[in-house]
């Protein structure tokens, strides 16, 4: 059976698809010029939402192993896999904050190039000497979680199934981030969060130790807001302003 028969470009669509292709290169051009996108670049320009994930994931796994590590891992392995993932993710990281630092530079220059490179390895420098913090924190969370909620059986349970511990254990990270000064890489982890739990958390807000979000569907988060100790809050909640007085140039 041909595999290909059925393949769209064949024929005149072939012909179709270049001008397809075309106009699609047209409409980024017009884009880069509107917002003065000047730079010739071979490489991505702005941080990948894809690798975050995968990082972000990562990340998580280094802080709880034995919970959201690989199925196969032991205890007797655990700081080999622990220092592992953490040399690939943060490595990774870097990559990912470089692209977040410079992508508003002028075009580039080799000495913006070396400072961006430098920023960005010492700001993954100070967000790696905070992990023990943050994961010393998440205990709490979960044990507030666990003793906040009367149908969980397990500190365990709590960390494996509820969508707002996963939601505080992104923000913890991506705060952490956006404070360091990476702001994009901190959003785009935030929107993770939001698709995968339904919970939105702007990096900037700042929240208290032992947090509970109980079941968490519509919990909005704003960046100016700043939660206490020990808070819970429980679905449909927003915490932020709805509107910001604008100027005379229209600016919030």
């Given at each position: ?130 992990l023990p913090v943050i994961r010393q ?66 990096p900037g807000a700042v929240i208290g ?44």
């Amino acid at each position: 059976m041909n595999q290909r028969a059925g393949h769209w470009s064949s024929g005149k669509a072939h012909t179709e698809l270049g001008d397809i292709v075309n106009q699609l290169r047209a409409a980024r051009e017009r884009w880069r010029e509107a917002h003065e996108r000047h730079r010739e670049f071979d490489e991505r320009e702005f941080p990948s939402r894809v690798e975050l994930r995968r990082i972000l994931e990562d990340l998580c796994a280094a802080l709880f192993p034995m919970r959201l590590g690989p199925t196969s891992l032991r205890q007797s392995s655990e700081d080999f896999f622990v220092g592992y993932t953490l040399d690939s993710a943060l490595t990774r990281l870097q990559d990912q904050i470089r692209l977040d630092l410079g992508y508003k530079l002028a075009p580039d220059t080799t000495t913006a190039n070396k400072d961006v490179n430098a920023q960005a390895a010492e700001l993954v420098r100070q967000f790696a000497h905070q992990l023990p913090v943050i994961r010393q924190i998440l205990d709490a969370d979960v044990e507030a979680a666990y003793h906040g909620d009367p149908a969980a059986r397990s500190v365990d349970e709590v960390l494996l199934c509820y969508p707002g511990i996963a939601a505080i254990t992104y923000h913890r990270i991506a705060h952490e981030l956006y404070q360091l000064g990476a702001p994009l890489v901190a959003r785009i982890i935030a929107e993770i969060s939001h698709s995968d739990t339904g919970i939105d958390i702007h990096p900037g807000a700042v929240i208290g130790g032992r947090f509970f979000i109980d079941h968490g569907t519509g919990v909005v988060i704003g960046e100016t807001a700043v939660i206490g100790e020990r808070v819970r809050i429980y679905q449909n909640v927003t915490l932020g302003a709805k509107r910001f007085p604008a100027g005379e140039n229209g600016t919030l």
